[in-house]
């Protein structure tokens, strides 16, 4: 099975409609499409969170990508797969990620789609900056691995 693949990672937001469309467009050979996007959000941990920036290694990031992502299409026959990833500085409630996946069926779309975002935050080389404003005060921190994202990829 031949897939249709695509990574994109930009500094540029992303067009979630525009992005979803090329996962939707089927010519009846995929059964059901799954399409996970996560944003920039504030929790009980983030307080004060203004925005977060996000690097990456050129060359190397696009390629464990494509390797993370040969690895779902093999592992559940997927039709199509789209992963599109920012870089650079974004606000609140921008959109970081977008993966989507089509399959034969829909456990496959919505597995894959799963472990395509687990081995995402766990083996691509992003790293990620967060920027805070507390009492006047800007301060900036690292993110560092969390042991969840660890161990969500533990189980694949």
Not at 17 to 28: K, P, R, Y
Not at 84 to 102: D, K, M, N, Q
Request: net charge neutral; aromatic share 8%; proline share 1%.
């Amino acid at each position: 099975m031949c897939a249709d693949k695509q990574i994109i990672i930009s500094d540029r937001s992303l067009d979630i409609f525009g992005l979803n469309q090329i996962v939707q467009s089927n010519q009846g050979e995929s059964g059901a499409s799954v399409i996970f996007t996560g944003n920039v959000r504030v929790s009980q941990e983030e307080q004060g969170l203004t925005g977060l920036t996000l690097e990456h290694y050129p060359g190397m990031t696009e390629s464990l990508l494509s390797k993370i992502v040969d690895q779902a299409i093999k592992r559940w026959q997927l039709n199509r797969v789209l992963v599109a990833h920012r870089i650079g500085y974004l606000s609140l409630g921008e959109p970081i990620v977008f993966v989507g996946t089509c399959g034969l069926h829909r456990k496959e779309a919505f597995e894959s789609a799963e472990y395509i975002m687990d081995y995402l935050k766990h083996k691509a080389t992003f790293w990620k900056k967060e920027h805070f404003a507390n009492n006047g005060q800007m301060k900036d921190a690292w993110v560092e691995s969390k042991k969840s994202d660890l161990a969500a990829i533990d189980r694949w």
